[in-house]
């Protein structure tokens, strides 16, 4: 994997992690083994209502909506530099919004 690559890996970790990530955010091709055990590229991480969507293996898109994610969003969402798209609605997300975002 590239540097970018790698970061973008564990900058969806930490999201995942910070927000109790989504229970069924899982690659489409696993038997619910789940994303964080697989070597499957992060841009086909994909659940009902929740995915993260790329170009050219970079992430532009990250979509939690209606995923019963709660906590607060980590500062390492700024990672993410290609991002345009968070989509966080009707979740139950507190705290402000990173300054690096």
Known sequence: LSDNRIIQRFALAVIYFATDGPARWFPQSLDNT?????????CQWRGIN???????????????????V???????????T??????LYRNKISGTIPTEV
Request: glycine content about 12%.
């Open 34 to 42: 789940g994303w964080a055990v697989t070597s499957m590229n992060e």
């Open 82 to 87: 290609s991002m345009t798209i968070l989509d």
């Open 50 to 68: 929740y995915d993260v969507r790329c170009t050219r293996n970079v992430v532009e898109e990250v979509r939690l909506f209606r995923g019963n």
């Open 70 to 80: 709660a906590g607060s969003i980590p500062g390492e969402i700024g990672l993410l």
